[in-house]
């Protein structure tokens, strides 16, 4: 019964810890027009370099038609551009619009500097711990899928 307490009181405390960091890096993306989690699209989007509209929707573990009326959103204020594959014209796939790159590598920068100016805050010992405890976590999660 201890062990069930002790598994919500992770869940809970993740939750808590989820919308801190989601808090957090919209800070990044304030006054932009951009949303979170149109920033974890972009995010995704850019380190895929070019991605399928369902698989954007698997990453993000949201239904097409959620992604697919975001990346609408996003299409409209020109940061992304869709293009449709040559080999089959029902596959339409999302990238960077070329003008957007470079305010891209901008939020970038500044998520990344955002995350370091946090985790500088925190001592070795703290920083190791949380490294190891989101690896636990990683793994569980993992081995629940299969």
């Known amino acids: 019964m201890d062990n069930l307490n002790n598994s919500t009181k992770v869940a809970s405390l993740f939750q808590e810890v989820m919308i801190l960091f989601k808090h957090s890096m919209g800070k990044v993306f304030e006054n932009s027009g951009i949303t979170v989690l149109q920033g974890m699209v972009l995010g995704i989007i850019s380190k895929e370099n070019r991605i399928k509209i369902t ?21 409209k204020q020109g940061i992304v551009a869709r293009e449709r594959s040559e080999e089959d014209r029902r596959v339409v796939y999302v990238s960077i619009s070329p003008h957007f790159k470079e305010a891209h590598q901008h939020f970038r920068k500044r998520f990344k500097e955002r995350i370091e100016n946090i985790m500088n805050q925190g001592t070795s010992e703290d920083l190791n711990t949380i490294y190891k405890g989101l690896n636990t976590l990683k793994k569980l999660l993992s081995d629940s899928d299969k």
């Open 55 to 75: 698989e954007l929707s698997s990453k993000l573990s949201l239904p097409n038609s959620t992604v697919s009326g975001m990346v609408d959103r996003l299409e």
